[in-house]
């Protein structure tokens, strides 16, 4: 008997506990709590000691923290010519490759629309280079690209489109060029499958009134599709400017930033500098400079948000 | 007259559909073309690391054999990877990692997802406004930081602190894809079961949660494969090969020196990317919603 009296007290309890945690006031903020303990404790205090560390001097290999030496790192990244390449080639990467993905992931997305045979089969296929390992691609891509047995070079040899081998990652323009080929490559399906998904919101009869008109399918696309897809068009694009600044694993896995610094961006520069380098203080002053393109980023698509609502 | 007018009336009909024909074979000659020119750039590279694979080494590294075809197929590459090499070791580490990352991203998810759109609380919006920058953060903008607070607590190159820094972008994402999951189910359902004598937090687990499945499915196939292929935070935060998961575990040690073993490069590469081809084949509409949850409905 006592046995059950004790169950019954525990249980009362139980419920009293859950009577008083049923108000959304008291609710919410427990149910958000492990997740907001999460990000506070691995994203915002690790962002706020890589700014703290972005104004010391510190090395990793030293047991003590560094000395503060305010903007020192920045200035003298300002003048150095690694980092001057390093920031020029970012924005010719980002910005060659985020208008290539754009263009071909549109062209795409036209293209999946009007396919009607074994639609989602081509769908899913076509969407691969993404979903796949970027590390793993990125050796396929680098054995394609090997000096010595380029299947690249042989079929455009083969086929007369060049005359000469062409050393992909050994001279700094084919190397940038191959660099963004393979991000394009990339991130061409995530336009693609984006854009088809916002297209396929659009109402039809908007198309049918158009015809109606007498606009031809040229004239469609630009007087329907381009302004109603815009709103899905930026955030993707905003978001894919940001994943293309940040990029790593491309260029770490096919030419380490190489030859002579040609291919660096922010982040293999960091990861150089900090990791390899032992120059800690000075590798998260170089990762911050991203960070105004990310607040920028940020700004520009919370606006063009609110403005949709 | 009467008659020559009624001929070319015909032929303007005749034309008018010939036209039609002509437009639309050429439209369907464009967009086939079109599915022809994609399916080849965008699958050739699978292509030829599936068939280099395939080879033995004679045919590999022999100049004047046409590269596209394999003459006498082997395992021999996907052989020297089981026996030679750490493949199998980083195959587990990179399926536990997956598994208890995106095990714990979908549990925290779940909450703050249902939190920040059913409930009223205060700092409600500002926090959910907070959840959709993080979903933005880069990872190589924080890696190094995060690498010393990781040797702080001392779980460098432990596979624990994989299982715990992979949930800062997948939370924000599993959170945001939630969200408009369970925007989508109507309030009265719950409101219902709590009439009935429910407290919110059961009915939230018995009634909302079976409901949302679809969605659960969905951020989970995605959290898992964000996971599968993260490669700067495995980089920095593991060391020794026994921890290493299976991209960098290729990546950094399949290579020695400077000697490149192409084959088993790329039978590792092959084996390495089949679970995530796998699991995609299955769940293909789920993975397409995951991807364009954030663009479509954002």
Redo the contacts between chains.
């Keep these: 008997m006592s046995v059950s009296t004790t169950h019954l007290v525990k249980k009362s309890r139980l419920q009293s506990v ?2 008083w ?2 108000r ?6 427990l ?2 709590a ?3 303990i ?2 506070i ?3 915002g ?3 706020l ?2 700014i703290y ?1 972005g104004f010391t001097d510190r090395i990793i290999a030293r047991s003590d923290t560094g000395h503060f030496i305010w903007f020192k790192n920045y200035l003298d990244l300002l003048k150095d010519n690694i980092f001057q390449k390093t920031v020029s080639n970012t924005f010719n990467y980002a910005f060659t490759a985020v208008f290539f993905k754009l263009v071909l992931g549109m ?2 997305a ?3 629309d ?2 009607t045979v074994l639609k ?1 089969l ?8 993404w ?7 990125a ?3 680098l ?2 690209f ?1 000096p ?2 380029s ?1 690249l070079n ?1 079929l455009l040899l083969d086929s007369g489109i060049i005359q000469d081998k062409i050393i992909w990652l050994g001279s700094p323009f084919w190397a940038m060029f191959s660099v963004q080929l393979v991000n394009i ?1 990339r991130g ?3 336009f ?3 854009l088809l ?2 297209m396929q ?1 659009i109402p039809q009869d908007l198309y049918e009134a158009a015809s109606i008109d007498g606009a031809n399918s040229w004239r469609r696309f630009w007087s329907v599709t381009v302004p109603l897809l815009m709103p ?1 068009t930026i ?2 694009t905003l ?1 894919s400017i ?2 293309t ?5 491309v260029v ?2 096919l030419t380490r930033g190489g030859p002579v610094n040609s291919t660096h961006l ?2 293999t520069l ?2 150089q500098t ?2 390899l380098g032992s120059e ?1 203080g000075k ?2 002053a170089i ?2 400079f ?2 105004p393109v ?1 607040v920028l ?2 700004t520009l ?2 606006r063009y ?1 609110q403005r949709q609502d | 007259m009467h008659a020559s007018a009624t001929r070319s009336q015909t032929f303007g009909a005749l034309n008018a559909r010939r036209s039609r024909l002509v437009r639309r074979t050429l ?1 369907g000659l464009g ?2 073309g ?2 022809a020119f ?2 080849v ?3 050739f ?2 292509y ?2 599936l068939i ?1 694979s395939f080879k033995p080494d004679v045919e ?2 022999d ?1 004047s054999q046409f ?2 075809i394999v003459k006498a197929p082997t395992f021999g590459q996907y052989q020297h990877l089981f026996e030679k090499t750490h493949f199998l070791l980083w195959l587990k580490n990179s399926a536990v990692v997956a598994t208890a990352s995106t095990i714990i991203s979908l ?3 779940t ?2 997802a ?3 759109a059913r ?6 919006q500002s ?1 959910g ?6 979903y ?11 690498a ?2 990781i040797r702080q607590i001392g779980l460098f190159d432990n596979p624990v602190a994989l299982m ?2 992979y ?2 972008f997948l ?2 994402f599993c ?1 945001w894809l939630l969200m408009g999951y369970f925007k989508a189910i109507p309030r009265e359902l719950e409101e219902c079961a709590m009439v009935d004598g429910c ?4 009915a939230f687990r018995a009634i909302v949660l079976p409901i949302m499945l679809p969605g659960l499915v969905s951020a989970g196939l995605f959290a898992f ?1 964000l996971s ?2 993260e ?2 935070y495995a ?2 935060l593991t060391q020794s090969y026994e921890v290493k998961t ?3 575990g ?2 950094s040690q399949l290579v020695l020196g400077d000697v ?1 073993f ?1 084959g088993s ?2 039978a ?2 092959v084996l ?2 089949a679970p ?2 796998i699991l ?2 299955f769940f ?1 509409e789920y ?2 919603k995951g ?2 949850a ?3 409905k ?1």
């Design positions: 859950s009577i945690l049923d959304d006031a008291r609710l919410g903020p149910m958000i492990p997740a907001a999460l990000l404790v691995l994203i205090y690790p962002f000691s890589g560390l062209l795409m036209l293209v999946l009007q396919v989602n081509f769908r899913g296929v076509l969407l691969l280079p979903i796949i390992p970027t590390s793993l691609s050796l396929g891509w054995w394609m090997q010595q047995f299947v042989r490559w061409i399906p995530f693609g499958i984006s998904a916002g919101t899905v955030v993707v978001f940001v994943q600044i940040a990029d790593f694993q770490y896995v922010f982040a960091t990861y900090a990791i800690l590798g998260a990762s911050l991203m960070f990310l980023a940020v698509q919370l948000l | 439209r967009v086939y079109g599915l994609f399916l750039i965008m699958l590279p699978f030829f690391m280099t590999i590294y100049i590269p596209l549990t925290l998810g909450l703050a249902y939190a920040l409930l009223k609380f205060r700092g409600r926090l406004l907070s959840v959709y920058i993080t933005l953060v880069p990872t190589s903008l924080l890696f190094l930081p995060l010393s607070v715990i820094t949930p800062t939370v924000p959170t407290t919110r937090f059961h494969t599968w292929n490669f700067l980089l920095t299976l991209p960098v290729i990546v490149y192409w490069l790329m590792a590469a390495g990317s995530i081809a995609y084949a293909l993975y397409v991807m364009t954030g663009a479509v954002g």
